[in-house]
């Protein structure tokens, strides 16, 4: 019986943050909640925003690859998923950009 391996890239470490930014990034700071399947919400800071996706603090226990949800004041839950982290926080991507007018609502609201 052959085997084949199956790459699922879990582990992997995405370019830089930064390096390949196709949406405009705000410094901001937000509070927030995330929870990741059935788990609680757990309270979270924001950092930088942009339409496609956000920096949290360090959630210790999301790994890359993981989906998330992420509720930021009054919006609905936003579905998200890790692509980056290392000592300074967690990079996630929103599964669907933010309308230009949140964005701006957001960084206006978080403004530093």
């Known amino acids: 019986m052959k085997y ?3 790459n699922l890239d879990f582990d992997r470490h995405l370019p ?3 390096s390949d930014r196709t949406a405009e990034r705000s410094c ?8 990741s399947g059935s ?16 920096r949290l603090n360090w959630v210790p226990h999301f790994c890359i690859g993981r989906r998330i949800w992420l509720r930021i004041n009054t919006l609905a839950p936003l579905p998200a ?4 982290k290392d ?3 967690i ?3 929103f599964d669907s950009t933010l309308s230009e ?3 701006e609502h957001l960084c206006r609201v978080g403004a530093l």
Not at 81 to 84: D, S, V
């Open 4 to 6: 084949e391996r199956i």
């Open 16 to 18: 830089a943050p930064g």
């Open 28 to 35: 901001v700071s937000l509070a927030a909640n995330v929870r």
């Open 39 to 54: 788990d609680q919400w757990t309270p979270c800071r924001i950092y930088d925003l942009s339409r496609t996706g956000v």
């Open 81 to 84: 998923t890790i692509r980056w």
């Open 87 to 89: 000592n300074s926080g």
């Open 91 to 93: 990079g996630c991507q």
């Open 101 to 103: 007018y949140v964005a």
